[in-house]
Structures are given as C-alpha cells and as structure tokens.
C-alpha cells in the first residue's frame, strides 16, 4: 500500500504514535508550560516554519496546520482556557499513554484533514511502511484521539477566518475578564467590545491607530502598520492610574534612565482645554475686547447686511442694475470700525472687482479672517462671505456648530496624544530588551548549525526592529503634534467669542456701482430675493 505524506512528522517531527498531538506537543513546548513569553515565541517559530510549505504542493495541509497552531496559541495563552485545557489533558493523559494502532487499523483524523490526506496521496511518491499491530484492544485509545482530533479540526474552522493569510486584518488580543466598562476605537471610528468571543476587525494595509481604554486605567494607543494579506495581533498593556498628585505606577520612566535616546520632551501644561463657555451662545469673558454697546445690534441700513456666519460660505443676493456694456463693476466695504470686536481690512484694500476678494482681518485673533467677494451667477449678483482660520494647527472655516464640534475633538486628541507619548517609551524599552534576547538565541543558533532556527529568528528580529523604529518615529512626532494640539484648544474658544459676537450682529456696508472712465453709477437697489 502506498505510503501517505505525514505533515505532522515530516514538518514537526510529531511521530505517528504522538498524534494527534496535544497543544503543547503541537507547539513543541513542555508539558503545561505556562510562561506566555515561551507560548508566543514557540507558536511564532511554528507558524513562520509552516508558512514556507504554502507554494508547495501540500499547501492545504500548510494551512490546515497552520490553523491548529494558531488555535493552541489562543488557547494556551489565555490563563483561563489553559487551565480548562490542562485540566482535560490530565484526565486523558493515562487512556493517551496507550499506543497508537497501526494506521490500517485506524487514522487518528478529522475527515476533513483525511481528504486533505487523500489528495496528499495522489501527488505524493509511494512510500511502503509497515506498522506491527498490537494484539491487544485500542478502542480507548482510539475514541480518545477521534475526539481531541475532531476539537483541533473544530477550532480550526473557528479561527479559519480569524488568522487568514489572504486577509488583511487587526486581531486584539484582550483577555474576557478585561473587557468589562472598556472603549475601542480605530482611526478614531468606535467599535464594540465584546465581552467574549475574539476581536478581530478588517482595515486596510496602511497604518491604523488603536486606542483603547478601561476604566481605572490610562488609555491605551498604540500605532500600528499593517501589511496586505497579514493579520496583526495586539495585545492592549494597562498601566494603572496613580492617584492625584502621585505619578501613574509604570507610567514614568525608572531613575537612570531619564529618556530613550532621541526621544524629545515636552513642557508641561494644563491638560484641559479651557472651556467654551456657555452653550447658549451667551459673551464670553477673554480677551476679545467687545466695543460697549455693540452687542445689540441696530435695525440695518437699506445697503447693510448683518453678518451671517452659520455656514462656512455663504451666498446673499444683491439687487443690482444692469451696469452699462464698457463699464466695470466693482464691490465697496464699509462700517467694518463699527463692528462688535477689532476688524480691519487687509491690506487696507476695501474695494475689489466682481470675482476679487476683499479679506477682513480680526485683529486680536491673527489668523482668522471673513473674506466678501461680488460674483454674479446666471445673471444675478450676490456676495460670497466665507469665514476661515489659517495656522500652524491648521485650515478650517469657523461657524459655531463647526468650532464647538472641533474643540471637542481636538479635547480628546490631546488626551490619546499625551496618554500614548507616556506608554511608548516602556513599550520601546520592552521591545528593545526582547530583540537582545532573539539576538542572543540567534547567536547560539548560529553556533550550534541549527539551521532550521536561524531564518526564524531573523524574521522576529527584523519585524521586532520595524515595531521600534516606527515606535521611535511616533515619539519624534508627538510633541509637535501635541504642540499644536495644546495651541488650538487655546485658540477655539477666542474663535467661539469671535463668532458670538458676530453671527447676526455685525454689519456689512456694500456699495456696489459700474465705472466707465473717470464716472462712476450706483448699482444696487436692495438687498433682492433669496
């Protein structure tokens, strides 16, 4: 009879009698090893062994295994389950001593690995094995390993979707007894917390930034860069809060050892934001200085328009003449000294053609301008008023639902920037002192020819040097970030007044008139129809 191709033995050296392997066997650890550490680097150098049979022509059963060691790897390295596990283990261990009967008697499978095995046959050479049955009965044994054989196969189906080489996808690695009260977000979109089960959401291959938090706990966030078709497993650290006026316990960096190499400070300061005042759009006390009866606003003049702001563009019709054919028409400002707060027009230009701007200047808030210009449009004349604020933060119109939505957004960025530029230095440290010890074992791999290690262990080195640099990369980027963060939390609530103080209140003068030569016609004869 023609010998079948055995992944388990020719890959992992699981012989036939030790099959179907118990997690620990499958992962090649000892027996209840509870070390975490040992359980991810021992299941990582099996996945990343199997992965380089997947072009191969046994590539099914590549993936068949590669879902078994990915389902030991959840069960073992989740407290809870492996004690389930390890209990169930002891109660089968002494029925497991029996040997297993010759494959002809019996094949230890799942029916889907069986027809995996079957097409495995068919492309393999014949290979004549013979096994000696023993006389006496392996029922026991074999009901035995149907049953742990049909659980792997089981598992295997659940976790199929979960490590998908062909998708890419984020996979957090959050114990059950964690999750109760807890927040999730990606690129700042929320997603729910299970409180079982597996977490696992598909993004795009590009960076992705996770921010989760528990109550009690500083939130954590972390970056990470995805690649196509990989799954990436995080697994959120939780560094407790301290309680006011005492440092966060592992929040801070030990004495001695100040500040990773290249890593800039940042000056402290109050981290709440300053608030916007009164919902209702009631003045706000700063330092926008408002002109003493200038709040209430007087009945607009027949060429006057009061200021409207609720938009970012908005569009107000013009009642205007005909201008003659040879003449141009052009747009003039005034009343801006009369307005609620400082204005004054940039440049000092306060006349423009049609389609040419005038820009008005808030003088105690540099940056933020309301700029008018004439267009006419089917005919029909209006004014374009637009509202902006330019800075180092930024380019954004500021209407009052759009600054107060943007103040609470930049409120918790600031937050999430400052939580995560105090948990990756202990992160980076963490990962710098796990590559010295791969390097350490690359060495003594190196030096025992144990060839098959060596490709392994560079791989976690080079990925494990890519998590520090672009970790040292998000670090050289947070404090300007967190700068300009800190600066526009100052910054919104000066626009708030502003917009408060001139949403309705303020007037705009126009005078709109042709000019031909050295004569000039008035145009506008009101303020026309919506």
Known sequence: MAGRFDPYHRWLGIPPKDQPPNHYRLLGLQLFEADADVIESAA??????????????????????LNEVAAAKLCLFSPQKRAAYDELLRQKLPERAAEVPAPQAAE????????????????????????TARKRSAKPAILVALVVATGLVILGLIIRGVLSTGETALLLDWPEDQRE????????????????????????????RIVATRPGFQPFVKTVTLEEGRTEIVRPTWIVLAPEGRPPRGGTLPRGDPTPP????????????????????????????????????GPPKESAWLLDL??????????????????KVYL?????????????????KSQAQVDERISIELRDLPGAQISVTLVRHIGRFKLRIQSDYSGPEGKFPFTPSDVGRRADTVSGELKESEAELQSLPPQIRQNESRRAALQAQLQQAQARRNAPMI???????????????????????????????????????ELRRAVDSLHGKAQLECRVFAKSGEEELDLIEGKGEP
């Open 44 to 65: 990582d150098q099996r996945m990343a062994h199997l992965r380089t049979f997947q072009t191969g022509k046994h590539s099914p059963l590549s993936q068949k295994l």
């Open 455 to 493: 490709p392994v262990l560079r791989m976690q080195i080079r990925n494990l040097t890519r998590r520090i640099d672009n970790d040292y990369g998000t670090l050289k980027r947070l404090p300007k970030q967190i700068e300009n963060q800190r600066s526009l939390c100052k910054v919104l609530p």
């Open 332 to 348: 003039e400002l005034s009343g801006v000294a009369s307005w609620p707060i400082p204005a004054e027009f940039k440049g000092g």
């Open 181 to 208: 009260g807890a927040t999730l977000k990606i690129d700042g979109r929320p997603y729910d917390v299970e409180p079982s089960g597996p977490l696992r959401h598909r993004c795009s291959p590009d960076k992705h």
């Open 262 to 297: 290249g890593i800039p400070e940042v000056p402290e300061e109050p981290r709440e934001p300053p608030p916007l005042g009164d919902p209702r759009g009631n003045p706000l006390p700063g330092p926008l200085k408002a002109k003493a009866g200038a709040d209430v606003p």
């Open 310 to 327: 609720g938009r970012g563009i908005n569009y107000v019709p013009v009642a205007v003449r005909e201008p003659p054919a040879d003449a």
């Open 108 to 131: 230890p499978v799942g029916p889907e690995l069986a027809g995996l095995f079957a097409q495995a046959d068919r492309a393999t050479p014949a290979v004549r094995t013979r096994v």
